[in-house]
């Protein structure tokens, strides 16, 4: 016959003790939905900051264009102004053509924009699109005899290339 043990309140109490803390599988489980808990979370921040800054991106072109077109209302009403007046002096319709044409160029500063492609400028296949070919003796091999359409650039960026005729 097999002998009773007898148990001893420590026993019972390290027995309780082992039943009620998590097993390994356990933990691993828990740790599991943990960690797919903050991927989730991690992935839902992602759409919504790709969401957020699209909507941005949409908002800084159009209120980009919008400051664009405002700087060129001025000179706009002043053609509408030009072509309202009855011109009978032919002077004063040059002069006021001339004012909104220097207007216009004080906008393209303003703006930041720079004319380029001018005679006599070195021919440069990066910003100027050469359409024909010449002689002149006046000018150095490799260099703009005439413009034919003037180019434009904001810092850097071309916005567009000068069309003109180089010198061989």
Do not use: C, W
């Amino acid at each position: 016959m097999a002998k009773d043990k007898k148990t001893t309140p420590e026993e019972t109490v390290e027995e309780v003790v082992e039943k009620t803390e998590p097993t390994a599988e356990e933990k691993l489980t828990a740790e599991l939905n943990e960690t797919k808990d903050k991927l989730l979370r991690v992935m839902a921040e992602y759409d919504n900051f790709r969401k957020r800054s699209q909507k941005e991106k949409e908002m800084a072109y159009g209120d980009t264009k919008a400051a664009t077109i405002g700087e060129f209302l001025p000179v706009y009403d002043n053609f509408m102004r030009a072509m309202s007046a009855e011109a009978t002096d032919l002077d004063s319709f040059k002069k006021g053509i001339e004012m909104i044409f220097n207007q216009y160029g004080e906008t393209f500063k303003k703006l930041g924009v720079e004319s380029f492609g001018e005679k006599g400028e070195t021919f440069d296949p990066n910003i100027h699109n050469a359409v024909m070919h010449g002689e002149d003796e006046e000018l150095p091999e490799n260099s703009i005899s005439d413009v034919f359409s003037t180019g434009y650039k904001m810092g850097d960026r071309v916005i567009r290339p000068a069309i003109v005729k180089v010198v061989n």
